[in-house]
């Protein structure tokens, strides 16, 4: 079992930026992958990164790239999201997700019905 805690969310003016943090325990966090997904009202939950185990390789959406990084303090079972240029259309509820045991190819890791564990999400508004 993994437990995953987001915080971080908040209102922000266009171009603006916010850090989002999600905390793991249950199991060993340095052992897997880690995802953020986003969900905006009336549309369906998107894929936004993923970073390996390790925090050596990263992926992202197109609409992200350049403008969100996403990395990992496995000493802290913390994996972050930080999103700088915020633009209107970024405003979604952020979670943070845990994938399956044994996944952890971080190409195949961009649906969510490769993820097992579910963060209660943190909302991001973005002010035009």
């Known amino acids: 079992q993994v437990q995953l805690v987001e915080s971080g969310g908040g209102l922000v003016q266009t171009g603006g930026s916010l850090r989002l943090s999600c905390v793991a325990s249950?199991?060993?966090?340095?052992?897997?992958?880690m995802g953020w997904f986003r969900q905006a009202p009336g549309k369906e939950r998107e894929f936004v990164a993923v970073?390996?185990?390790?925090?050596?390789?990263?992926y992202y959406a197109n609409f992200v790239k350049g403008r969100f990084t996403i990395s990992r303090d496995n000493a802290k079972n913390t994996v972050y999201l930080q999103m700088n240029s915020l633009k209107p259309e970024d405003t979604a509820v952020y979670y943070c997700?845990?994938?399956?045991?044994?996944?952890?190819?971080?190409?195949?890791?961009?649906?969510?019905?490769?993820?097992?564990?579910w963060g209660q999400g943190t909302q991001v508004t973005v002010s035009s």
């Open positions: 997700a845990a994938p399956k045991a044994g996944f952890n190819t971080i190409a195949v890791l961009t649906t969510e019905d490769k993820y097992d564990y």
């Open positions: 249950g199991r060993t966090f340095s052992s897997y992958a």
């Open positions: 970073i390996s185990w390790s925090g050596g390789t990263t």
